[in-house]
């Protein structure tokens, strides 16, 4: 009767390339694992190791822990994310949730992830270069998912910062979106919005300061005020 086959057993360990960090462990059954080589040092692996079930159980974990760390670092180093984009991008790569967490929780505890330094660096971003009104801000922020308290913290610092308001914010997108239009639509404005020929020129006008997070009254004076000018 055939006994439990043998555990195989580590055949190299190998280290060095373009992250020292890192240490491909390969097997004599052809697997292979990538462990950071704090791991590799603490568990004392070498050459010629054993690896049971129970020892490659652990090592997996390991991998895939390391992994998910490699992953959401990566990310960041392009930009800023929130919790949840950094979440969602690591579920496409198939972390499991409990790593996924702890993973994420570990990210923030060390100060590279926040969802504060996330939106103020979103809303700085946005009224630098497409400036838009509290309330798209706070829609983007919520879709993104930056809690409502967090959003409505930052927006304040940052306005405040930036020294600007809904009104100022309000000017420059009606200013910037009047010099896009054509000569017979600035004509059509200024014979107003309850005139025949400016109703919808005004609608036109008012629809872009909507999707831009401005109210009706805030958007019709801005409006009128880029006309004067």
């Not at 049971?52 to 959401?72: C, G, N, S, T």
Request: glycine residues 8%.
């Amino acid at each position: 009767m055939n006994g439990p086959a043998p555990s195989p057993v580590i055949t190299q360990l190998r280290a060095g390339g373009p992250d020292a960090g890192r240490v491909r462990v390969l097997l004599s059954d052809d697997s292979a694992l990538t462990l950071p080589l704090e791991v590799v040092l603490e568990l004392g692996l070498r050459s010629g190791e054993p690896v049971d079930e129970a020892l490659r159980a652990r090592l997996v974990d390991h991998e895939i822990r390391f992994k998910a760390r490699e992953i959401a670092l990566s990310l960041l180093s392009l930009r800023a994310r929130s919790r949840r984009e950094l979440r969602d991008r690591l579920r496409k790569r198939e972390i499991p949730g409990r790593i996924l967490e702890e993973t994420l929780d570990a990210l923030q505890a060390a100060g590279l992830q926040s969802d504060d330094d996330y939106a103020r660096a979103f809303v700085r971003d946005r009224l630098r270069l497409r400036p838009r009104g509290r309330r798209a801000l706070e829609a983007e922020l919520c879709q993104k998912g930056v809690h409502r308290e967090v959003t409505s913290r930052i927006l304040d610092e940052v306005f405040e910062e930036m020294e600007t308001d809904d009104t100022t914010l309000a000017d420059r997108v009606a200013e910037a979106w009047l010099q896009r239009q054509p000569r017979k639509i600035r004509v059509a404005l200024e014979a107003g919005p309850f005139s025949e020929e400016g109703a919808g020129a005004w609608r036109r006008g008012l629809g872009h300061m909507a999707r831009k997070g401005f109210g009706s009254g805030l958007a019709r004076a801005s409006l009128e005020r880029a006309l004067r000018r």
